[in-house]
């Protein structure tokens, strides 16, 4: 299995189990990882959810065959394709998210972090948000959130130039809650988990509702305005150039390109 679930004492864990590819996602681990969440929004014995991978590993975001396989579905605007479902599921969850990421979380794996309540790095943590760097624009709303968490400045050159940073730049962004040792993430995830199993149930979803209601709506507007955008874009020359390239195992030239 490429997306394991377990319930456990109130806290559903989520995990990517795709080693062999640096768990990058398939549309079905989307899918998977959506019908998990909404499950879970409707099982009273769930009363907190871990988001992690591999020890080394979070994700390497998209798996770029299986997404260029689908790219014509998620490019269709009248389209729901699982990813859109599991970034909607995950911002529509009403019980407390928490995510766990050692090693690399690319692309999404980055993005999906700006959703979570609750955000722990190993401090062997890299993140990246590398849109530009394929000829796409941001999605699910990280070019709203990212900006209003770190300053535009610093927003800007983490989706503009797409590059590489670390456990501690992170949380200097104001995403991340605590940088820990590798061999202690997990457990620490958990031990903040339970925690929150122990409060009432009720008093904590009203919170996360509270803290949430203010920018709910426009998250929705901006993730389908970005979607728009993604969904076009993708079909694009620039975005034809950069995954070839990919796969081509070279470094791609957008000079051709206005």
Same mark, same amino acid.
């Given at each position: 299995?490429?997306?394991?679930?377990?319930?456990?004492?109130?806290?559903?864990?989520?995990?990517?189990?795709?080693?062999?590819?640096?768990?990058?996602?398939?549309?079905?681990?989307?899918?998977?990882?959506?019908?998990?969440?909404?499950?879970?929004?409707?099982?009273?014995?769930?009363?907190?959810?871990?988001?992690?991978?591999?020890?080394?590993?979070?994700?390497?975001?998209?798996?770029?065959?299986?997404?260029?396989?689908?790219?014509?579905?998620?490019?269709?605007?009248?389209?729901?394709?699982?990813?859109?479902?599991?970034?909607?599921?995950?911002?529509?969850?009403?019980?407390? /998210?928490?995510?766990? /990421?050692?090693?690399?979380?690319?692309?999404?794996?980055?993005?999906?972090?700006?959703?979570?309540?609750?955000?722990?790095?190993?401090?062997?943590?890299?993140?990246?948000?590398?849109?530009?760097?394929?000829?796409?624009?941001?999605?699910?709303?990280?070019?709203?959130?990212?900006?209003?968490?770190?300053?535009?400045?610093?927003?800007?050159?983490?989706?503009?130039?797409? =590059?590489?940073?670390?456990? =501690?730049?992170?949380?200097?962004?104001?995403?991340?809650?605590?940088?820990?040792?590798?061999?202690?993430?997990?457990?620490?995830?958990?031990? /903040?988990?339970?925690?929150?199993?122990?409060?009432?149930?009720?008093?904590?979803? /009203?919170?996360?509702?509270?803290?949430?209601?203010?920018?709910?709506?426009?998250?929705?507007?901006?993730?389908?305005?970005?979607?728009?955008?993604?969904?076009?874009?993708?079909?694009?020359?620039?975005?034809? =150039?950069?995954?070839?390239?990919?796969?081509?195992?070279?470094?791609?030239?957008?000079?051709?390109?206005?």
């Amino acid at each position: 299995m490429d997306i394991l679930t377990q319930i456990e004492q109130g806290v559903l864990t989520i995990t990517f189990n795709r080693p062999e590819k640096k768990n990058a996602i398939t549309q079905a681990m989307y899918q998977a990882m959506a019908d998990a969440l909404r499950a879970a929004e409707q099982d009273n014995a769930v009363r907190a959810i871990i988001l992690t991978g591999q020890p080394g590993i979070f994700t390497a975001g998209n798996d770029l065959e299986d997404f260029m396989k689908n790219a014509a579905s998620i490019a269709n605007p009248g389209a729901v394709p699982p990813v859109y479902q599991f970034m909607r599921a995950l911002n529509e969850c009403g019980k407390p /998210v928490i995510a766990a /990421v050692s090693g690399a979380a690319v692309g999404i794996g980055t993005t999906l972090l700006l959703h979570c309540d609750l955000v722990y790095l190993a401090d062997n943590a890299k993140l990246s948000m590398p849109f530009s760097q394929l000829g796409l624009c941001p999605e699910f709303a990280s070019s709203m959130m990212l900006p209003r968490m770190a300053g535009y400045q610093r927003a800007a050159e983490k989706l503009l130039l797409g =590059e590489n940073f670390s456990a =501690e730049e992170a949380m200097q962004l104001g995403f991340v809650n605590k940088v820990l040792p590798a061999d202690e993430l997990l457990a620490h995830a958990r031990a /903040v988990a339970d925690k929150l199993v122990a409060l009432p149930a009720k008093s904590v979803r /009203v919170t996360k509702a509270l803290m949430r209601q203010g920018q709910a709506a426009q998250v929705q507007d901006v993730m389908n305005a970005e979607n728009a955008h993604f969904a076009a874009m993708l079909g694009a020359p620039e975005a034809r =150039e950069a995954f070839t390239a990919f796969f081509q195992k070279r470094k791609p030239d957008f000079s051709q390109f206005d």
